[in-house]
């Protein structure tokens, strides 16, 4: 039995129908940029995140450095992040001429360190990126104290979190803004690249849309120097369809996270991910850790299981993050869990029979 780690064609057969109908639209109308679609959707997904806004993108990396560009970061302005983390997060970061500050994470959920966020602010410090991993919010709270005492805004980074709950919240409701990716294999992905900025305030939201938009609210009036992001109408169609089923989804992947710890109770040499108390995730990623981990991600492909390292290598030990000056044993629990961590088969679509499949071969791989 081959499992993938996702099956996004799944999820296309449930919205054919309903694209076709809404592209169908689109062509007939001419209403290739911008257009209903793109409004119905901001729309909707402003409301299913709890904010007053919702400006579409053209991808996440740029979401979350409009939310930033947004704030007021400028260059070399310091902003704190986890070291765990895509790198998305850093270069949105150093696109504006900022500076990452990593930090190191929790060894239990490998979310940002509230105390490492805390000891790394500064003076030069001009706002704090809690990273929403894996589906589950981040200690918010902590944080955002951390961000108001020092007198900085709080932006998330919620790309992987879309309908993640913290007390009832929603992921991205946190911050004064953040940003988040619809790539294609995201809880809630569009057909190709996409990406949004949430927020409540409506002077943040109006210099995303003004920034994305080459500096421009009138044709050729030119405000300030902005860049061309703005969100597909096509994927539009996609997401507004998709959206009407994620909750639906959500609970799937939490049914699925259910069976996968109950699977792994006895399976010895497999720590399995634990819920934040508050929490209450939509499991992006199921992510184990294990002891030698690379011979246990061969034994799980040699056998047919699709799965993934997410992330191999924290920011400050890419080669693009040499210039932090950061060498290994700067992070040790991100360090130590980038060695560790196995992310297995997680989407909506997943079965039992699948995931019994997972557990058995996982259970002889790690002996």
Request: charged share 20%; glycine share 8%.
């Amino acid at each position: 039995m081959t499992i993938p780690f996702v099956d996004l064609a799944s999820q296309q057969a449930e919205i054919a129908d309903e694209v076709r109908t809404g592209l169908d639209e689109v062509f007939a109308t001419t209403a290739f940029v911008g257009g209903p679609a793109v409004a119905r959707f901001e729309a909707a997904y402003a409301a299913y995140s709890q904010v007053t806004h919702c400006v579409g993108v053209a991808n996440g990396t740029d979401a979350l450095e409009l939310a930033l560009r947004a704030a007021g970061v400028g260059p070399g302005g310091d902003v704190v992040l986890p070291a765990n983390t895509f790198v998305a997060t850093a270069e949105a970061v150093s696109r504006i001429g900022a500076v990452p500050v990593p930090v190191d994470v929790d060894p239990v959920h490998l979310l940002v360190d509230p105390d490492a966020v805390r000891a790394a602010v500064g003076p030069r410090t001009e706002a704090i990126v809690p990273v929403h991993l894996f589906g589950q919010v981040a200690p918010v709270e902590d944080v955002a104290k951390t961000a108001a005492d020092a007198g900085v805004p709080m932006v998330e980074d919620a790309a992987q979190a879309q309908g993640a709950r913290r007390f009832g919240r929603v992921a991205g409701s946190f911050g004064l803004a953040a940003g988040t990716s619809f790539y294609p294999g995201k809880n809630l992905g569009a057909a190709g690249d996409a990406g949004a900025v949430t927020t409540s305030d409506a002077d943040v939201a109006r210099t995303v849309r003004l920034l994305a938009a080459h500096g421009s609210e009138r044709k050729y009036v030119h405000e300030v120097v902005g860049m061309n992001s703005r969100l597909d109408t096509v994927q539009a169609v996609v997401l507004e369809a998709k959206l009407r089923r994620l909750e639906r989804w959500n609970d799937a992947r939490r049914a699925a996270a259910a069976r996968y710890s109950e699977l792994l109770a006895d399976v010895e040499g497999v720590v399995a991910p634990r819920t934040r108390e508050g929490n209450e995730d939509v499991w992006h990623l199921y992510v184990v850790q294990v002891d030698e981990r690379d011979r246990v991600l061969a034994g799980l492909t040699a056998a047919g299981i699709g799965t993934g390292i997410h992330y191999p290598t924290p920011v400050h030990l890419t080669e693009a993050y040499a210039d932090l000056g950061l060498g290994r044993g700067a992070f040790p629990v991100a360090e130590a869990a980038a060695d560790r961590i196995l992310s297995l088969p997680m989407h909506p679509h997943l079965s039992a029979a699948q995931q019994e499949r997972v557990v058995e071969v996982l259970r002889r791989a790690v002996r």
